[in-house]
């Protein structure tokens, strides 16, 4: 069975795949701080709620933007599952090209987004991650990734607002039915909402126009489903988008050499 980490920088998302379907996804906050061991504990418990065993691991693959987590991720695959995982960077067999200047800046999770995405709907696609940075991801018809935009996200968004505004209160985000808000918090609500579908409805419009045809649209992350309310341009949800990368590459790429504590020196 393969191990698939998604580490995020808000959550770090665990999940197990046994070939067929996915057996087991579980979240943690991210901590860079946590060690491989505490990882190993609560991953440990959560395989056996579903009847799994560390054992039953063969395989793992890593996908990171928190550079500073992937120490004690290596560790717990090594240390608790005699793994070697494969840590997702540029250039790796992506079966696809990757069409910036500059992939190594690319982050893991943007273009594991785009190979899932490119997998299981085809280009010409625009892929929105809903995450702590609202990304905009662009495919083209032949497969190749060939870049995007980068927003503040909706949460940074609305503490932003909260933190430098002493009058305005923090709100949870949802969807208010008038745009015209009546009191202060309604109107928040309304400017961050409605503002955030203004925004993903403005993006992809500017970015169809510079590509010069219509594209697919496809949003993942936690508020994904939420912003699609709102908008017809977003036409498909897809919470899993990113571990699907992360399973479609590990099947494309050979698994590293096992490397033990004691070859570390550690």
Not at 98 to 110: F, L, M, Q, T, Y
Not at 165 to 171: D, G, H, N, Q, V
Not at 193 to 198: A, I, L, N
Not at 219 to 247: S, Y
């Amino acid at each position: 069975m393969l191990l698939v980490i998604d580490a995020g920088n808000t959550n770090i998302v665990f999940a197990v795949h046994d070939g067929t379907r996915w057996r087991g996804i579980w979240r943690i906050a991210t901590d860079s701080q946590r060690t491989s061991d505490e990882y190993g504990v609560w991953l440990g418990a959560l395989l056996a709620r579903q009847g799994l065993r560390i054992e039953d691991l063969t395989r793992a693959v890593i996908g990171t933007v928190v550079p500073a987590a992937l120490y004690h991720l290596r560790r717990l695959c090594r240390d608790w599952f005699s793994i070697e995982p494969l840590i997702t960077q540029s250039n790796l067999d992506w079966g696809f090209t990757i069409k910036v200047d500059n992939p190594s800046e690319v982050g893991a999770d943007r273009l594991l987004n785009a190979l899932a995405a490119q997998q299981s709907y085809g280009g010409p696609l625009i892929v929105v991650d809903f995450g702590t940075a609202t990304t905009f991801d662009v495919v083209d018809q032949t497969g190749a990734y060939i870049g995007g935009a980068i927003a503040p996200g909706i949460n940074l968004s609305v503490e932003a607002l909260h933190q430098a505004a002493a009058r305005l209160p923090r709100i949870g985000i949802g969807r208010p039915q008038a745009v015209i808000g009546r009191s202060t918090i309604p109107a928040m609500r309304s400017g961050i909402y409605w503002g955030y579908v203004g925004l993903v409805e403005g993006m992809i419009a500017r970015i169809e126009a510079e590509f010069g045809q219509r594209m697919k649209t496809v949003a993942t992350g936690g508020l994904a489903p939420l912003i699609a309310e709102g908008t017809p341009r977003i036409e498909r949800t897809d919470p899993d988008l990113t571990l699907e990368g992360l399973r479609l590459l590990s099947e494309r790429n050979s698994a590293p050499h096992f490397r033990s504590r004691e070859a570390d020196g550690d």
